[in-house]
Each structure stands twice: as C-alpha cells, then as structure tokens.
C-alpha cells in the first residue's frame, strides 16, 4: 500500500494534519467500521462471548506478526503499567535486587519499577544524557535482575540502542525490558533480533488503534519462574471452566493476563493491525525518517529551537520543538487545524505512514506565525 493510498483510509486529512500519533494514532475507516460491528453484535447477539474473544485472539495474533512472536509469548493487556507491573511482581529480588532505569522512560513504568522497592528492588536511574549502550554497560552490576529502556523516548523522540543495551544485560546475567508504546507501528521490530526478554506496546499510537490493550511478549526462555499475583479468569488454562477453587496458570504468556479484556478495544487493535500487516515496515520507515529529517532541517533554518535529535541515527518518529509555553503553541495551532502533542517544555509533532509534506508545511508554518507572534 503507498502513503497516498494509506492516508485516503484516514478521514482527518480531509480537514487537519494530524501529527499527534505519539499521543493517539489517527481514526481509519477500518476502525470505524470494526467499531460497528462490536456495537452491531452487542445490540443484535446480546453476549456473543466467543466472538468476542476471537477478535481478542485477532489482535494477540497481529500483534504477534508485527513484532516476530509466537502469539503463546504474547499477553493481552490493559495497558504498558500492567505489563510492567506482571514482570516485576514474577522476579526474585532477594539475591539481585537491582533494577536499572533512565530518566528518559515513561513515568508510569518507572513507577511500576520504584513500587518494587517494597519487596526488595533497588532502582537505579540513569541521566537523561546517559542513553548510549556504555552508559548502561557501566552501570549494569553482578546484582542487577532486570535492565529497562524504552525503544523510542516519549520526549524527545531519541531512539535508544536497545540491542546493545540488551547485550551488555545479557552478559552479566540481567534482563531486558522495552517499552516500545512511542514506536511499534513505524519503528520495525524483531523481538529475537532486538534480543529482548519482555516487551510491551499498546494500541492506541502507532498501531492504530483504541486505548485499553495492550501487549506484553515474554521470550519463552526467559519466562519469570514466579507466577504472578495479579490474576483473572483471562489467565487460567480455561477461562470458561469456572471453578473458583482452581488457580490453574495458562501456559505461556497467557498466565501474565487478568479479568475481562477490554473487547470494544480489541476490536479497534485488530482493526489498525490488520492495516498495518498490509504495509512493509522498511517502507514505512523509511518515509518516516525522510518526513523527520525534511522537518528537523527546515525547522532547524528557522531557528525553532528542538529537543529532539538531529543525528538520523537518533531519531525516531517524532520531531520535538522546545517552548515556554507549550500547551499555548499546541492551542495555537490546534485553531489552525494542526494536531500536534505538548509534553512539558516541548511540542512534540510525530509522524507516520499517512503523513506527507503538505502536513510538515502547515505545521511549519503555525510554528513560525506563533513565533513571530508571541516567541518561542
């Protein structure tokens, strides 16, 4: 599919750039439709449980194929905290209790890692500034159980060495854990060649979809020898058995899952999945990475001021701009028809497949009327 016949599936264009993906991906025709049906089976089946879970099976299994998975190493889940939170639950930290972190991740994951600390875990953060493979080799100790770092930095669009960072785990016996929410749907992904032992994504960014799922894959070899504590009837070997006095754990990553899954979600996951399955991800990419050094290198001539790398070797698919007031700039362009994502001091402007140059000119040009206007 080209980015011309990629886009036509996405009605906002007719009207907006939308260039907020890394806060909520676009709304497809595909989805819209896929919302329908749910709602059409809801009013006309009452309960029709079995197709349900088959369009939760629909997303497990697209999910899967996007990232080079078995679908038995993939939970279904709400969302990234709670795949974070059935990893560190399952590990023993009784004789390693470190848990290395960057500043650069997503709070609510290193929450999940600091709430640890109660049962023993010492956290450990790396600078912002320190984000080189080296930097977490020189930190990573005898002691440490588990290495954390997200595929692409929610702020600044920096794409972190998360095989390398994998391998320096590895070598002293840690493991890996990649949130990849800022980047699965355009960054490509190979989990056994990224070398990961777990990895979480969520639906509602670059994959397309809805918020309320997400996915947590487990390498089967490095599946946590605790059960976790966390569970629901989605969990067990049959969800539909009901037998309240049996705690049987599903094999697999299946055991990682609790109560009801989110089924209107699901429906929209496997829905932007299913786009996405029609794409090539090095296409994708690629395009992406284009529109994100065009924009750097014209925003970079207009003196805008970025908190995103200039190396394209850095660069993931966003480009953030630095401002005083970044909630009033994202406003400011809103009214113009452009959608954009405030995050602190920046405003972050992310890219996908759909995306063109048309999109970067109007952007450009709401951030340098703002500038004029008011400054940045």
Partial sequence: MTPEAFRAQFPVFREKAHLCSCSQGALSLRVQEALSAFTA????AGAPWGEWMGEVERARTGFARLVGADPEEVAVVSCASEGAYQIASTLDFSQ????????LEFP???HVWLGAARRGARVDFLPAGAAAAGDYALSIGQDTALVSAPLVAYG???RLPVREIGEAAHALGAKLFVDAYQGAGVVPVDVAA???DYFVAGSLKYLLGAPGIAFLYVKGASMPQGLPPYSGWFGREDPFSFTPRVLDYAQGARRFQGGTPAIPAAYAAAAGLSLLGELDPQEVFAHVLALGAS???????DGVPLASPVEAALRGPQVAVR?????GLSSFLKERGVLVSPRGSAVRISLHYYNTEEDLRRVREG???YSRAVGL
């Fill in 41 to 44: 089976s809801w009013q006309h």
């Fill in 156 to 158: 600044s669009g920096l």
């Fill in 194 to 196: 990224l070398g990961c």
């Fill in 108 to 110: 609510s994951v290193a």
């Fill in 96 to 103: 390693r209790p470190g848990i290395l972190t960057t500043d």
């Fill in 367 to 369: 951030i340098l009327e």
């Fill in 295 to 301: 924009l750097t290198d014209a925003l970079r001539e």
């Fill in 323 to 327: 401002a005083r007031d970044a909630e």
